[in-house]
């Protein structure tokens, strides 16, 4: 199950996400039969050299943190991740630095703020912590040689998929509740591809495609 949804998480277009919502004018000409096989083939074409946009990727940054359950998606992934892409993980001094312990995955600490809900006081610092944490997983992923992002939801995620959108990265994050959370939802705005556990979380996010969970 595993294999199928990295499979099916590497069968996206960036550019083709960003294009969402536009569709394509069809031709109105005596030559119109013609016209649209042109552009078929050109579609596919360009599909097909999309869709293994990933494939050809040589460094895959994992993120996600906060709870254990933010962090078990990407430790699912590990093994078949590991037969496409050289790996390094961006995490918090967090339950997710221990849950990579022996992994093996070369492991990227920043300082991420957490918004506090229903204290005023305690998020007065947080716009300048946040803008801080992202210039943190900007030299990570730059350290790292960073060629697409795998979010797995968490506080921790959103500094990484912002610096991300910064640098040009695509990046991919999945939802495994039901629910999308805040961070998940911010980062739909500017994530390539938002995946779901659930058909019901996914109807809730831009571009969400239901995958299901990943699971070892």
Known sequence: QTRRFVKRLTKFSPKKAQKRGRRAQIPKSSRKCKALKAISAENRASSG????ILMEMKTLV??????AGHVMPCLA????????????YIGTDGIER???????????TIGCPKLVRGSLLRNVTLPCRFV????????ALRDAHADAV????GYVSLPVACAAHRLGIPAVS????STPG??????????????????CAAEKLRGGVCTGAPLR
């Open 49 to 52: 050299a999309a869709c293994h």
């Open 62 to 67: 994992l993120t996600g943190g906060g709870s």
């Open 77 to 88: 992934l590990l093994p078949a991740l590991r037969e496409k892409y050289s790996l390094a």
């Open 98 to 108: 221990g849950l990579l312990q022996g992994a093996g995955v070369p492991y990227y």
């Open 132 to 139: 801080s944490a992202v210039r943190q997983a900007k030299r």
């Open 150 to 153: 795998f979010c797995a939801g």
């Open 174 to 177: 999945h939802e495994s509740d």
């Open 182 to 199: 805040l961070a998940n939802r911010l980062i739909a705005r500017h994530a390539a591809r938002m995946t779901a556990s659930f058909a």
